[in-house]
């Protein structure tokens, strides 16, 4: 990684936390890069990674038109090239947009995930977007165009005590690029994040992101991930429930083709007592591709009566797919409700016949099937938004499942 | 032209189990017939293998539709030729829409307003529709969702399970009375399965049957209901 970090040191003179930023590269550079004789990496292909071969990003590429329809049902539309902000249209009362200088960088979260380190190490600014107590905002659409190369881009959301927002975040480009994302999000008292990201990244693009919630009492935050795109797909998802009656729903999907490795991680720490936490992952593997389902549910001693599920389901659509699924559970209080459970197999036989039952051709029905996991995962939108992108999931369907 | 539903000496099993034992029917455009018959006699069963549900296999026999053999097609095919089952259970399909599920099963032009008029013709909130296919629907409004979509489909007959279970007085009146006027409207042939007389004061039925035992073991008019209601079906399976 000797030439990647090169290139890196001489892109974070200037940058603010210049020294701490250099000290930490050293670091990754001491610790190296994960290899798959570490679990958490156990079924990535990193031995096709070269991080070598990604050097400073490049123009990213024009988005997809369906993003130009998107941008009517959104209040605020910010782009966002290669991680750093490009312009933000519209506004709302009480909702702050801001690309920051945060000064002093915290590795500390992210000691165990070096992906997420070379982020901190190595991300522009961070866009930030904040939504001031009581206020019930809309929604807020990133677009992130994403070119040739590596970047590192970092956003955190806060929203405060009593106040509502709805954040999309469409992921476009990609081609050759590797992209390594951390999102920070923040859920005030008795307020509610619905977050909801749309990955079609090019098949060519290592994207490994990660973002972690932290939810205070009574606050609620819905996360749906769609993956669709890149070669390597990562999408590591974590939430900590520290105040009661904090609730986390996260619902993930892909779908994969050709020899795309999709690997869904979450974790779901449960602080305190009457917490709840619902994840629901389904996703179908077509072709050579494969797919990975880790998630842990951790509930602490003392955190009564807290509600925890996780379900996972994996559809094979070829005889070379490949799916594991590895729920966990760590609990550590007694008085819980907690729930897992993951199959791998084909799609629900009932369901199917009853499309056929209205006159839909096998092959449609299962096609219509496969297009629902992920409208879904889109169920928390406004039907007029979901549109826009159940119109862009049926072509890409429609690719995959000739 | 008159639509010919012709079930002939059909059997058929679930598992190992022989469920139809040689039922014989006869079903033209327009007309009604119900069928009636203890619990586990076999009605559901007859509707599911016309239909062609995964494990319910016909063993011999014939259902053809103007002569074209139905056991053969595929669900979908089945469907297509004008045989539509609208179901006791209706089945939850996470993630599909109505509006996608009838454009997949080929009906054309703005399929959205023809959902919504149906809708309204039977008392379903249009809204409805907007959700995946019947979830968080109660079981009525499940039931009234059916009827919806036989009205766009327009099929040459309908086979209902029990179209009257999960619905309230006011809804069953609305239900039975689009489906006496779908037989006016476009010759719908119905073949209703029910263990309920009230269905029959809207719908109106031409034929009654008597199911016991995977076999049709009596026909005959309305009366025949009123016998059933009466003396129960004890007396139909001396019959056998």
């Not at chain 1, 009566?305 to 966990?328: E, F």
């Not at chain 2, 086979?159 to 010759?187: C, N, P, Q, Y």
Request: glycine share 8%; net charge negative; proline share 4%.
């Amino acid at each position: 990684m000797k030439t990647f970090l090169n290139i890196a040191h001489s892109q974070i003179t200037g940058l603010p936390g210049a020294v701490e930023r250099g000290r930490l590269l050293d670091v990754i550079e001491r610790q190296g890069l994960p290899t798959t004789t570490d679990e958490v990496w156990r079924y990535a292909p990193l031995s096709q990674f070269n991080i070598d071969t990604f050097g400073a990003p490049e123009r990213s590429e024009a988005s997809p038109a369906f993003i130009n329809d998107l941008t009517h049902h959104a209040d605020i539309v910010v782009q966002i090239d290669n991680g750093r902000y490009v312009a933000a249209q519209g506004d709302m009362p009480g909702v702050h947009v801001s690309w920051r200088d945060e000064g002093a960088i915290d590795e500390a979260p992210y000691q165990d995930d070096a992906f997420a380190l070379l982020n901190t190490a190595l991300h522009p600014h961070v866009l930030s977007i904040e939504v001031d107590t009581d206020v019930s905002a809309g929604t807020v659409l990133l677009v992130h165009r994403v070119g040739t190369g590596a970047s590192f881009p970092r956003t955190r959301i806060s929203v405060s005590r009593n106040a509502r927002l709805t954040v999309i975040e469409v992921w476009c480009g990609g081609t050759d690029a590797f992209v390594a994302p951390v999102s920070e999000f923040e859920v005030g008292d008795n307020a509610h994040l619905t977050h909801v990201t749309y990955q079609r990244l090019d098949s060519s693009a290592w994207h490994v992101s990660r973002t972690t919630a932290r939810i205070e009492r009574s606050g609620r935050m819905h996360q749906s991930v769609l993956c669709l795109g890149g070669q390597y797909d990562r999408a590591r998802n974590d939430a900590e429930l520290v105040g009661p009656g904090a609730e986390n729903q996260l619902w993930t999907t892909f779908l994969g083709s050709g020899d795309q490795v999709h690997d869904l991680r979450s974790h779901q720490m449960h602080h305190v007592g009457r917490t709840n936490s619902v994840l629901l992952s389904k996703g179908a593997a077509a072709d050579r591709s494969r797919s990975v389902y880790t998630g842990l549910i951790e509930i602490e001693r003392g955190a009564r009566r807290t509600d925890a599920r996780q379900t996972n389901h994996n559809l094979l659509l070829s005889p070379q797919a490949h799916a594991d699924s590895v729920p966990n559970l760590d609990i550590r209080e007694n008085d819980v409700t907690c729930a897992h459970a993951s199959s791998v197999g084909p799609l629900d036989e009932l369901q199917r016949w009853y499309l056929e039952s209205r006159g839909v051709s096998r092959q449609d029905a299962e096609r219509l099937m496969i297009e629902g996991f992920f409208k879904e995962m889109l169920d928390v939108l406004p039907t007029d938004v979901a549109r826009v992108f159940e119109a862009d999931i049926t072509v890409r369907v429609r690719e995959v499942v000739a | 032209m008159r639509n010919e539903l012709v079930i002939r000496d059909l059997h058929a099993r679930v598992g190992d189990k022989e469920i139809l034992r040689g039922v014989n029917l006869t079903l033209t455009s327009g007309e009604v017939h119900v069928i009636m018959g203890p619990n586990g006699c076999g009605k559901s069963t007859l509707a599911h293998v016309i239909t062609g549900r995964p494990g319910y296999v016909a063993t011999s026999g014939s259902v053809t539709l103007n002569g074209t053999e139905l056991l053969t097609l595929e669900p979908s095919e089945r469907v297509r030729e004008g045989v539509f089952l609208a179901m006791q259970h209706p089945l939850e399909v996470p993630g599909v829409r109505p509006v996608d599920m009838m454009r997949a099963a080929g009906v054309t032009g703005n399929v959205e307003s023809q959902l919504a008029e149906q809708s309204r013709r039977i008392g379903l909130r249009t809204e409805l529709m907007e959700r995946f296919v019947n979830v968080d629907l109660s079981g009525g409004e499940r039931k009234r969702a059916e009827v919806v979509q036989i009205s766009v489909l327009q099929p040459k007959f309908a086979l209902l399970d029990e179209i009257d279970s999960g619905l309230d007085v006011d809804a069953l009146g609305l239900v039975a009375r689009r489906l006496h006027e779908a037989t006016k409207e476009w010759d719908l042939g119905i073949l209703a399965i029910t263990h309920f007389r009230r269905l029959l004061h809207e719908l109106t039925p031409d034929v009654i049957h008597v199911m016991s035992h995977g076999k049709i073991v009596a026909t005959g008019g309305p009366e025949l209901a009123e016998q059933l209601e009466r003396d129960g079906y004890e007396p139909f399976r001396e019959i056998e």
